[in-house]
């Protein structure tokens, strides 16, 4: 199957323009009519699904101030034979100017994908459609990605930096053929996109990045200060409220890099990051008009928790507590990994008897490994209800694990080790009636006593 990619180029002048509210913003759609785009997806073809959600994008940049929009369309003119393909074919549909949304959304209606796929020659020719460079110019090529014609889309693009205008590409692909996608490296950034709903809120995210150019990068720092640490959501608020503005699930991209995200740059944020424990950020404000740097301090490692011996059944789980503190952090299961904070923790194992373990290191990128014995299996059974409590020998002492509540049978899962059990029957009213006895758990074993 073809890829089918949205690809949007910000070309800007070689001189750098300070932002402005006055700046005039020129987007140009490209729009692939090629027979390609007549394949079937997702219940409809790629050409039905690629127009109704351009005509909506064109809709709602209506009314914007300081923006005007462009068409320009390829693979539209001339129908694509075994024997011929036009490379030329590609035309500016929609000049640049004031209030064309309309024609440009009749244009989109009825176009007709017929021919070959001259993505390079779009391009280069999509660089004269601008009246000049003083405005912000954004490129915005929605295609199945397959250039038809022998020209490279990546020398178009340094050709272009060459002329002083620099070109800078989101592609967004749907389908399930990866292997063209590296053909598009020399540009920039890539998105699979599996679905038309996803793709529509990529391309309304490409389109707003166009309107509002100011770019966010979150790093998230590890111990060495460089933005490592991923994969965690942050919750941005407008500052000093609980006014949630913007989710995002932290990435890592593909050049190994903090995603980039749009955000407004009229307003302050607290930008809190949940990892255990939740880091934050307060009162952070943007530069519009330009790529910003939110740096938070996250270095990060691992706790581990596992149990030697047979698997038990059952969950065991521990109670993640930093350091000297109450609040608990987190409730993780063994057998499991966690991330967190790098620093010094409390655990309080509940097993029966309860296991604490004092003082446990979290470091940059470790793993600190946490084992306890298996439990072993306690089972009782008498002719009639008992009522008593088991206790855990040692250090010479007896300590308190738990009761038995009134019941002929049960069991308990307790960790290896000297036990008695205080029990009397339920129905006796006498002190004399109490019985004691002594018993060895092992890890993975099973002890029955009848009482």
């Given at each position: 199957?073809?890829?089918?990619?949205?690809?949007?180029?910000?070309?800007?002048?070689a001189?750098?323009?300070?932002?402005?509210?006055?700046?005039?913003?020129?987007?140009?759609?490209?729009?692939?009519?090629?027979?390609?785009?007549?394949?079937?997806?997702?219940?409809?073809?790629?050409?039905?699904?690629?127009?109704?959600?351009?005509?909506?994008?064109?809709?709602?940049?209506?009314?914007?101030?300081?923006?005007?929009?462009?068409?320009?369309?390829?693979?539209?003119?001339?129908?694509?034979?075994?024997?011929?393909?036009?490379?030329?074919?590609?035309?500016?549909?929609?000049?640049?100017?004031?209030d064309?949304?309309?024609?440009?959304?009749?244009?989109?209606?009825?176009?007709?994908?017929?021919?070959?796929?001259?993505?390079?020659?779009?391009?280069?020719?999509a660089?004269?459609?601008?009246?000049?460079?003083?405005?912000?110019?954004?490129?915005i090529?929605?295609?199945?990605?397959?250039?038809?014609?022998?020209?490279?889309?990546?020398?178009?693009?340094?050709?272009?930096?060459?002329?002083?205008i620099?070109?800078?590409?989101?592609?967004?692909?749907?389908?399930?053929?990866?292997?063209?996608?590296?053909?598009?490296?020399?540009?920039?950034?890539?998105?699979?996109?599996?679905?038309?709903?996803?793709?529509?809120?990529?391309?309304?995210?490409?389109?707003?990045?166009?309107?509002?150019?100011?770019?966010?990068?979150?790093?998230?720092?590890?111990?060495?200060?460089?933005?490592?640490?991923?994969?965690?959501?942050?919750?941005?608020?407008?500052?000093?409220?609980?006014?949630?503005?913007?989710?995002?699930?932290?990435?890592?991209?593909r050049?190994?890099?903090?995603?980039?995200?749009?955000?407004?740059?009229?307003?302050?944020?607290?930008?809190?990051?949940?990892?255990?424990?939740?880091?934050?950020?307060?009162?952070?404000?943007?530069?519009?008009?330009?790529?910003?740097?939110?740096?938070?301090?996250?270095p990060?490692?691992?706790?581990?928790?596992?149990?030697?011996?047979?698997?038990?059944?059952?969950?065991?789980?521990?109670?993640?507590?930093?350091?000297?503190?109450?609040?608990?952090?987190?409730?993780?299961?063994?057998?499991?990994?966690?991330?967190?904070?790098?620093?010094?923790?409390?655990?309080?194992i509940?097993?029966?008897?309860?296991?604490y373990?004092?003082?446990?290191?979290?470091?940059?990128?470790?793993?600190?490994?946490?084992?306890?014995?298996s439990?072993?299996?306690?089972?009782?059974?008498?002719?009639?209800?008992?009522?008593?409590?088991?206790?855990?020998?040692?250090?010479?002492?007896?300590?308190?694990?738990?009761?038995?509540?009134?019941?002929m049978?049960?069991?308990?899962?307790?960790?290896?080790?000297?036990?008695?059990?205080?029990?009397?029957?339920?129905?006796?009213?006498?002190?004399?009636?109490?019985?004691?006895?002594?018993?060895?758990?092992?890890?993975?074993?099973?002890?029955?006593l009848?009482?």
């Amino acid at each position: 199957m073809k890829r089918f990619l949205l690809i949007a180029f910000l070309l800007f002048g070689a001189a750098q323009m300070s932002y402005s509210q006055k700046n005039l913003t020129r987007i140009l759609f490209i729009f692939d009519a090629s027979n390609s785009m007549n394949g079937k997806w997702q219940g409809s073809t790629r050409i039905e699904i690629a127009k109704r959600l351009l005509a909506s994008a064109v809709d709602s940049l209506r009314g914007f101030p300081n923006l005007e929009i462009g068409l320009r369309i390829y693979g539209h003119q001339s129908p694509v034979t075994s024997t011929y393909q036009d490379c030329n074919d590609t035309k500016l549909e929609v000049p640049f100017g004031p209030d064309n949304h309309d024609l440009a959304k009749a244009t989109i209606k009825n176009v007709k994908a017929k021919g070959t796929t001259p993505i390079a020659l779009s391009l280069e020719a999509a660089a004269g459609d601008f009246p000049n460079k003083d405005s912000r110019n954004v490129i915005i090529l929605i295609t199945d990605g397959v250039e038809a014609c022998g020209k490279d889309p990546c020398k178009i693009a340094m050709a272009l930096r060459a002329k002083g205008i620099n070109v800078k590409p989101f592609v967004i692909g749907l389908g399930i053929d990866l292997a063209y996608i590296h053909h598009f490296d020399c540009i920039g950034e890539f998105h699979d996109v599996q679905n038309e709903i996803s793709f529509k809120n990529v391309l309304n995210l490409v389109i707003e990045e166009a309107v509002n150019n100011t770019t966010v990068e979150i790093d998230l720092l590890d111990t060495q200060k460089q933005p490592k640490e991923t994969e965690v959501t942050v919750f941005c608020y407008r500052a000093g409220t609980q006014d949630l503005k913007y989710t995002f699930f932290h990435t890592i991209n593909r050049h190994g890099n903090p995603d980039t995200l749009t955000m407004d740059p009229v307003l302050k944020y607290d930008v809190f990051v949940n990892t255990i424990p939740p880091v934050e950020k307060k009162n952070v404000a943007l530069s519009p008009g330009i790529h910003n740097h939110i740096k938070i301090d996250a270095p990060q490692g691992y706790i581990q928790l596992h149990a030697i011996g047979e698997k038990p059944n059952f969950s065991i789980k521990a109670i993640v507590r930093q350091k000297d503190k109450m609040q608990t952090l987190n409730v993780q299961e063994f057998f499991t990994m966690e991330k967190y904070i790098t620093g010094t923790y409390d655990l309080e194992i509940l097993t029966l008897p309860r296991i604490y373990m004092d003082d446990v290191k979290v470091e940059q990128s470790t793993t600190n490994f946490i084992e306890i014995k298996s439990p072993g299996r306690f089972n009782y059974e008498c002719v009639k209800p008992v009522i008593g409590q088991i206790f855990v020998l040692r250090n010479g002492k007896q300590e308190w694990v738990c009761n038995i509540n009134k019941s002929m049978s049960g069991y308990f899962n307790l960790q290896p080790g000297d036990y008695k059990i205080v029990y009397r029957q339920a129905h006796f009213q006498e002190t004399i009636y109490t019985t004691e006895k002594t018993f060895t758990i092992f890890s993975g074993g099973t002890k029955s006593l009848k009482l």
